[in-house]
């Protein structure tokens, strides 16, 4: 059963930093890459960020590559996004996901499961 919860999400300034995390108590993270997703009003969902099921790949959206940081604890099965000069554009609902492959890449992802997402507010 692949429960995944994010948390971290809340309201910050332009420049601040948050930590999102996604856990997953149904033990599904092992052999699957992982990814961050948003969706801000009135868009579509796009793609944040990925990460293999070693943790030695990452890829990242133009957008954000150079200030998010994604990385993976398998022992704890937790996911983390890290983000730093935060622009009010940034302001969405994140969700994370996992890939339905085994050992797939961080280049396509096709999203398995997701989670139930967590806000970020970025105020300029």
């Known amino acids: 059963q692949v429960q995944l919860v994010e948390s971290g999400g809340g309201a910050v300034q332009a420049g601040g930093s948050l930590r999102l995390s996604c856990a997953d108590s149904?033990?599904?993270?092992?052999?699957?890459?992982v990814g961050w997703f948003r969706q801000a009003p009135g868009k579509e969902r796009e793609f944040v960020a990925a990460?293999?099921?070693?943790?030695?790949?990452?890829s990242y959206s133009d957008s954000v590559k150079g200030r998010f940081t994604i990385t993976r604890d398998n022992a704890a099965n937790i996911v983390y996004l890290q983000m730093k000069s935060l622009k009010s554009e940034d302001t969405a609902v994140y969700y994370c996901?996992?890939?339905?492959?085994?050992?797939?890449?961080?280049?396509?992802?096709?999203?398995?499961?997701w989670g139930q997402g967590t806000q970020v507010t970025v105020s300029s």
């Open positions: 149904g033990r599904t993270f092992g052999g699957h890459v």
């Open positions: 990460i293999d099921w070693s943790g030695g790949d990452t």
């Open positions: 996901a996992v890939d339905s492959r085994w050992y797939g890449s961080v280049t396509y992802i096709t999203p398995g499961y």
